[in-house]
Structures are given as C-alpha cells and as structure tokens.
C-alpha cells in the first residue's frame, strides 16, 4: 500500500490577533479580581471560549448584562461607539482586545463619514466585527454580504461612496464585488490597502497551495469563524474535497480511507494544542509522514496594553 502522507500549511491557526486577546485576557485573569466578564465571544473558536469559561470568565451577550463598575473585555472583533458609551455610563472596567487592523476599519469609516460618504461595509451582517463597524455610523453605512447586493445598493450620491470590508473575507470574492461597485461608482473611495488582513490573506494564500497538492483538505475550527470558512472556500474553489474540522469527533464522519495526501490547515483563532490532537490522531490513521508546507513566515507580534503592563509589574 503507498505511504500516506500530511501536509501542514504554515502560516496555520493563531494570528497576531487573537494571541493578543487570549494574552490580555490572560494577564486580566491573573492581575484582576474576580469576576471577569467578556462581551461576546473573545474569539470565534469554541474551545478557547471553554477553556476561558473553565477559568472563570462570564461571557455575556449584552453590555447591560455586566453589573456595574465590573471588569469587562471588548474581543478581538471590536464593538460600536455606542458599546463604549454605555461601558463609560456604567463605569465599567474596560480592556479592550480589539485587533489593531479591526481598529483601522473603525478609523477608516470614520473618516469616509466625516468626508459626507456613504459607506459600503462589505461582509457578514451576522458577524460581531461588521455590527461593530457599522455601529460608527448606522445611516451612512449599509453592510452587502453577496455579489447581487452590490449591483442593486441604493446610495444617496453616487460621487460620494466610500468601501471596505471585513478582514476575513475572501480575497477573490471581495475584489468582485469591489469590481462591480467601481462599475457603478466610478468615484468609488477605498483604502490604499485591502482592509482584509495580513493573517487571512498568509493563511488563505497557503491554503490554496496544499489544496493543490492534496487528495483532501481538513480546515480546523469552529464553525462560526468566518477566516475558517472562507479556508474551506479556497480549497473547495481548487477542486480539492475540503472539510471543515470543529471537534476531534468530526473526523468519525468523512470518509478518509482512500486519501493518500492530506492536507491541513488550521483558522486564525483556531489553538495549537487542538491541531496537535488531530494531527495525532491522522497519525494514528496511517498518514505517518508530516510535511510542512511554508508560504511565509509571520513575525507580527502586538504588545500588551501599557495599563496591563503595569498591572503586570504589580504582582
Ligand atoms: S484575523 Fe486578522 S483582523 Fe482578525 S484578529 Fe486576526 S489579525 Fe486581527
């Protein structure tokens, strides 16, 4: 029987993003009296949302579920102005874990706001970043999560749109929908940079490569990632069979018998201590030889919040 082998895509799993909110939330749990609680979820991945639970920390749905003069987290997905307003009104203890590229799209809508545009916030309206940035400035911005949507939006000024997007989304499918708004407006105004991120675009970049060299890919994360989707996406666009990987149980039902090259990759907030446990575990289903596949190397790191350095310094 041929040797069946892995190929692991490097970058895979943690960004700068969430390694800074796990690590702030980390140092709040040890400086901090108890009770900690975190407005939504800290990342979209279920077992660091465990494992935090585990450790004491409330996660809330509503900032108004917080009592009073508690210490609270912002996740890495960022909240809307009104979020901050209410957590000032109640003097709550604010940490604020939001990713500094989530940052930049708040910035970034702002400005086209004060510049009398109307913004296009490409991306999910389901998810927490989307609602947050919209929240800048609910009548100025509308949210187009499909490529229909984009031809059909009505804008009060056609000389006066602006554009952006989530940063997980889809590379590919962002620039036609990008395509299509400049179609329509041709004075459309974007960042000089895709708002998409470094860690999403590394890790569907790499993605795409083992997808086209293995029989199958595994994605693992959870299934409310919208980075871990779209990985699934890339791979699938490939013509390459791609499943997407929440708990270890999920392995039971795909048919890995017949693959000879699998390929695995991991979404951004997806921890390392789970892909070690499915790498394991192919191991043990015969795909002895792992081989890395490196795209490139990331070396972007965020420091902790000065507040939570001295805090650090403390104890
Ligand atoms: S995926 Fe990108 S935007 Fe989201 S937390 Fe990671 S680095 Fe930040």
Do not use: W
């Not at 293995?214 to 996406?233: F, H, I, K, Y």
């Amino acid at each position: 029987m041929p040797a069946k082998r892995m190929i692991l895509a490097s970058p895979r799993g943690f960004c700068a993003g969430v390694r800074h909110a796990v690590e702030m939330m980390d140092t709040v749990l040890r400086c901090c009296p108890p009770p900690i609680y975190c407005l939504r979820e800290l990342v979209h991945n279920r077992q660091v949302v465990k494992g935090l639970e585990q450790r004491g920390v409330r996660f809330v749905a509503d900032i108004h579920d917080v009592p009073g003069g508690a210490c609270v987290m912002f996740s890495a997905h960022g909240v809307s102005p009104d979020i901050r307003q209410i957590a000032r009104q109640r003097r709550l203890r604010v940490f604020d874990a939001t990713c500094p590229f989530v940052t930049r799209l708040h910035t970034a809508v702002r400005s086209y706001v004060r510049q009398g545009c109307h913004v296009l916030l490409i991306g999910n309206r389901q998810h927490d970043e989307v609602s947050g940035v919209q929240g800048e400035a609910p009548d100025q911005v509308t949210v187009i999560g499909k490529l229909e949507e984009a031809a059909a939006v009505p804008v009060p000024d056609p000389k006066r749109v602006a554009a952006v997007t989530q940063t997980t989304l889809n590379l590919s499918d962002t620039q036609h929908v990008l395509d299509v708004l400049r179609q329509r407006f041709p004075e459309l105004r974007t960042t000089p940079r895709s708002d998409i991120c470094f860690a999403t675009h590394h890790r569907q970049q790499s993605a795409r490569e083992i997808a086209r060299l293995a029989d199958m890919v595994l994605v693992l994360g959870s299934s409310n990632s919208s980075n871990t989707n779209r990985l699934v996406e890339v791979c699938r666009k490939e013509g390459t069979p791609a499943e997407l990987i929440a708990r270890q149980s999920d392995i039971e039902r795909i048919d890995i018998g017949s693959i000879l090259t699998m390929g695995l990759t991991a979404g951004a907030s997806t921890p390392d201590p789970f892909v070690g446990k499915i790498i394991a575990r192919l191991q043990k289903e015969g795909f002895k030889e792992v081989v890395e596949h490196v795209t490139v190397e990331e070396n972007v790191h965020f420091p902790l919040p000065r507040s939570l350095r001295l805090l650090q310094e403390k104890k």
